[in-house]
C-alpha cells in the first residue's frame, strides 16, 4: 500500500469513527422533533415581528450585498422547498424547476410578508402531519431521521435569519443578549453546523499545517474538537489534550459566532483557528 492510499485510508477510518462518536452525542444532546417545531413556530412570529421594523431595501450587516427583501425571499422560499419534501415524503430533492417555481417570491413587495407567513404555515402544518418514521430526503452528513432532520434545519435556518433581520433593525451585528437565543436550542444548532455542515468534503476549512481547535461553552457542559488538516474537517465530542487552540463562550455566543452572526467568542492558544474559521466557512446548501 502507498503512503497516500494509507493516508488516505486513514483519514477514511477517523471520519468513520468521529461520525459514529458524534452520532452518540449529538443522540444524547440534541433537541427533540417538537421541541424544535416550537422552536420553529417562535421564531415564525418573531420574523414577522421584526420585518415590521425594517424596511424591505434596508441592508442586512451579517450578510453581505442583502437587503432584507433578498432575506425574506430566501427564507420563505427555504421554508416551501422543505414543506414540499416533507409533505410529499421526497426521497430525492426537487428538480431545480420545481424549485424555481415553488421557491418564487411575489412581484408586488406588499405581498411579500403574507407569502412569507403562508409559506411558514405550510411548513409547519407539514411538519405536523409528517409521521415519526418519514422517509425523505435529507442533505446534511449523519444525518438523523428525516422529519427530527428537517425540524432541526428549518428551526435553526429561521433563527439565525431572525437575528439577520434584527441586525438589519439594529445597523450592526447585535450582541449575544439581544440576540436572545436560548443555551438549549443553541447546543443543538453547534452540534448540527460541526456535525452537518463543517465535515462536508466541500468544507473550505482545511490547512496545510494541521492544528485542532476545542468549541467549548462555558455554559453547558458538552464539548465538540475539530481536527482541521488538509483533508475535510473531522469532528469529535469531547475535548483534546493536544488542541492547539480553544474557542469559548456562552453556548449563544458560539452558535452565533460560529455562523458569523455573533463577536462574543474568546479565543486562547497557539493558532488563529477564529481568524481562519471566519475567512473560510462560509454555509451554503450543495
Sequence with gaps: MSQSQSRSKSASQSRSRSASQSASQSASIGLSADELLAVLRAEVQLVVKELKLVFLADPVPTCPQWTVRDLIEHLGGAHRWAAAVVAGARTENLPDEEQATLMAPPVDPNEL?????????????????????????TFLRSAPPARLFWARRQAHETTIHRVDLLAAQLGRIPSTAEAGVG????????????????????????????????????????????????????????TDRKANSVLSGTAAALYLGLWNRGDDIAETGSVDAL????????ISWS
Design 113 to 137: 410578508v403574507p407569502w412569507f407567513a403562508d409559506g411558514a404555515g405550510t411548513l409547519l402544518a407539514a411538519m405536523d402531519a409528517a409521521p415519526v418514521d418519514l422517509q425523505a430526503f
Design 183 to 238: 443555551p438549549a436550542v443553541a447546543v443543538d444548532g453547534i452540534d448540527e453546523l460541526l456535525i452537518g455542515f463543517i465535515q462536508r468534503r466541500s468544507s473550505r476549512l482545511r490547512n496545510s499545517e494541521p492544528f485542532r481547535v476545542i468549541i467549548a461553552p462555558s455554559d453547558v457542559e458538552v464539548a465538540w474538537t475539530v481536527a482541521v488538516s488538509d483533508d475535510p474537517p473531522i469532528v469529535t465530542p469531547g
Design 275 to 282: 481568524g481562519q474559521w471566519r475567512e473560510r466557512v462560509r
